[in-house]
Nanobody, 125 residues
Framework: QLQLVESGGGLVQPGGSLRLSCIVSGFDLDKYTIAWFRQAPGKEREGVSC????????FYEDYVKGRFTISRDNAKNTVYLQMDSLTPEDTAIYYCAAEEYSGYSCNTAWDYTYWGRGTQVTVSS
């Protein structure tokens, strides 16, 4: 059974950092493109970043570019999202998602079939 489990969320002050983890099971991570999304209270879910399984090519939405870094460790079946210079606007539930794409890039606008249950990130002083 394919599963994704997020962890690493918490409360952090503005300007601080967090590293989220997405541990996958039930499938080979190197066959799936992984993306991060987030949903703030009262807002629609939005894309954050993704990493392609074949090339390692990454994609970032403009509002996190230069602050967030996505990486994957196939041996550990884990994808990470390093978040630096956090602001209150980054407060949201963060989700990872997976899809088996055959291309060489990725985009958070694509469809993703498999989802984790999310981890809460709160940025507040």
């Amino acid at each position: 059974q394919l599963q994704l489990v997020e962890s690493g969320g918490g409360l952090v002050q503005p300007g601080g950092s967090l590293r989220l983890s997405c541990i996958v099971s039930g499938f080979d991570l190197d066959k799936y493109t992984i993306a991060w999304f987030r949903q703030a209270p009262g807002k629609e879910r939005e894309g954050v970043s993704c990493v392609n399984n074949r090339t390692g090519r990454t994609f970032y939405e403009d509002y996190v570019k230069g602050r967030f870094t996505i990486s994957r460790d196939n041996a550990k079946n884990t994808v990470y999202l390093q978040m630096d210079s956090l602001t209150p606007e980054d407060t949201a539930i963060y989700y990872c998602a997976a899809e088996e794409y055959s291309g060489y890039s990725c985009n958070t606008a694509w469809d993703y079939t498999y989802w984790g249950r999310g981890t809460q990130v709160t940025v507040s002083s």
